[in-house]
């Protein structure tokens, strides 16, 4: 998924000419807490309302004061994980979106992210996880995929988390199964360590909940 496929079509970019209160009135409207500044399609920086509030000015044009803006932004070919990296880095609440040409496109706000990512990580599908801690060392892909799949499960997502205050890693795996007990036999089988199973409606939702929050503290963080 690319940047051009995460552009909001709702929020606006501010001018120059607009003022600080109309700019404070769209992040509350939108509930953002930065917004893109734009001539025309020159994308000129990022507008926050700590910044606003320090020009203690809201009802003048903004393009009158002197300010020191970020210029953050991501290409529209970037891919989503790039544009969280870069979200979460900054801590911002939107990333403008250039074109290869550095015109400004739009922007991509913290809420698309995170539903963009719910939909990435298979959220929404049927289905059970399977949660294995293990060495970096011994991660293999295949074999792992090997063991679902030999027991007529698919992997709808999959990701490696690092586990606190710990040298292994946590291998989150969505599969398109409820019952996993076979799947399950098979890891203990291969002296895998399995450190958590959801395949009822109720826990899998707590553990994804769970994971969101902890996904939702990272971009925030």
């Known amino acids: 998924m690319l940047a051009k496929d995460l552009i909001s079509d709702t929020i606006p970019a501010l001018k120059t000419s607009d003022t600080g209160l109309t700019a404070l009135n769209l992040m509350e409207l939108f509930r953002v807490s930065h917004m893109p500044?734009?001539?025309?399609?020159?994308?000129?920086?990022?507008?926050?309302?700590?910044?606003?509030?320090?020009?203690n000015m809201a009802e003048e044009p903004i393009g009158n004061h002197r300010l020191s803006l970020l210029s953050p932004y991501v290409t529209s070919s970037q891919h989503i994980f790039e544009v969280i990296e870069?979200?979460?880095?900054?801590?911002?609440?939107?990333?403008p979106v250039l074109d290869?040409?550095?015109?400004?496109?739009?922007?991509?706000?913290?809420?698309?992210?995170?539903?963009?990512?719910?939909n990435i990580i298979a959220v929404n599908?049927?289905?059970?996880?399977?949660?294995?801690?293990?060495?970096?060392?011994d991660y293999a892909l295949?074999?792992?995929?090997?063991?679902?799949?030999?027991n007529d499960g698919k992997i709808l997502s999959l990701y490696v988390s690092t586990a606190?205050?710990?040298?292994?890693?946590?291998?989150?795996?969505?599969?398109?199964?409820?019952?996993?007990s076979g799947i399950i036999q098979t890891f203990l089988r291969y002296n895998y360590n399995?450190?958590?199973?959801?395949?009822?409606?109720?826990?899998l939702d707590d553990y994804l909940d769970d994971r969101f929050d902890s996904f939702l503290r990272y971009l925030n963080t």
């Open 142 to 150: 295949s074999e792992i995929s090997q063991i679902i799949e030999g």
């Open 100 to 118: 290869e040409k550095k015109n400004y496109i739009g922007l991509i706000t913290l809420m698309d992210l995170t539903q963009n990512f719910a």
């Open 86 to 95: 870069i979200v979460a880095r900054l801590k911002l609440s939107v990333i």
């Open 194 to 203: 399995i450190k958590g199973t959801f395949s009822k409606d109720n826990l």
């Open 164 to 180: 606190i205050d710990s040298t292994k890693i946590h291998v989150t795996i969505k599969i398109n199964k409820t019952d996993l």
């Open 125 to 137: 599908n049927p289905g059970g996880l399977i949660v294995l801690e293990m060495s970096v060392n």
């Open 37 to 55: 500044i734009v001539n025309h399609s020159e994308f000129l920086g990022i507008i926050s309302d700590s910044d606003i509030y320090d020009m």
